[in-house]
Each structure stands twice: as C-alpha cells, then as structure tokens.
C-alpha cells in the first residue's frame, strides 16, 4: 500500500554532507510515522531519526547535532540532512514507513564515509 524510493547516498570524505530523500507514494493516509535507519556491515539495523505526523522527531545519541529529518509536503518526501559524517556513519541507509498494522522499507542507499 505504500512504495517508499530513497536516493543521495554516496561516497563522502569525513566531515561532508549528504542529503538522503525518501519519496513516498500508495496510500499516503495510512502512515502514521516515518523514519530512517541503517545496518552497516555485520550489525543490526538500527533506528537514525524519526518523525511523526505532528512533526516531532527523535534521533539516535550518535547523531544528534549533526542529522536533520524533515518532511517535504510537496514533493511527499522525507529526508535527512548529514552534516559532519563520521567513517562510523558507513552503513545503508533505509527508509521506513510506520502504518497499522504493517510497515514498510525501501531498498536502502549506500553511504559510505571514507578519506
């Protein structure tokens, strides 16, 4: 019921930016929350930043002060701003989309942080 495409990873040198989107399309009244996540290699996949409908959000200790998530009621995206990225930030990143009772992922987008 809801497709979600991410894109903008990339290779970045430490201490770049990136900006990740995640345009979601279906049936847009069933999501109740949106967030990204990442699993680098040989981890679990873990929560970055999270957002609900009323625009508040939450983030993961490791990033606050350097990860934005905003949503864009235009283009019906979400997306996360990377400043100040870290080798320890290499890892896919995905999108997610909270529904009842289901969610839903993207494919993912590599980013990887590397001199």
């Known amino acids: 019921q809801v497709q979600l495409a991410e894109s903008g990873g990339g290779l970045v040198e430490p201490g770049g930016s990136l900006r990740l989107s995640c345009v979601y399309s279906g049936r847009l009244g069933s999501i109740v929350a949106m967030g990204w996540y990442r699993q680098g290699s040989g981890t679990q996949r873990e929560l970055v930043a999270h957002?609900?409908?009323?625009?508040?959000?939450k983030y993961d200790d490791s990033v606050k002060g350097r990860f934005t998530i905003s949503r864009d009621n235009v283009r019906n995206s979400i997306d996360l701003q990377m400043n100040n990225l870290k080798p320890e930030d290499t890892a896919v990143y995905y999108c997610n989309a909270e529904t009842r009772p289901y969610g839903y992922w993207g494919q993912g987008t590599q980013v990887t942080v590397s001199s």
């Open positions: 957002i609900n409908k009323d625009g508040s959000t």
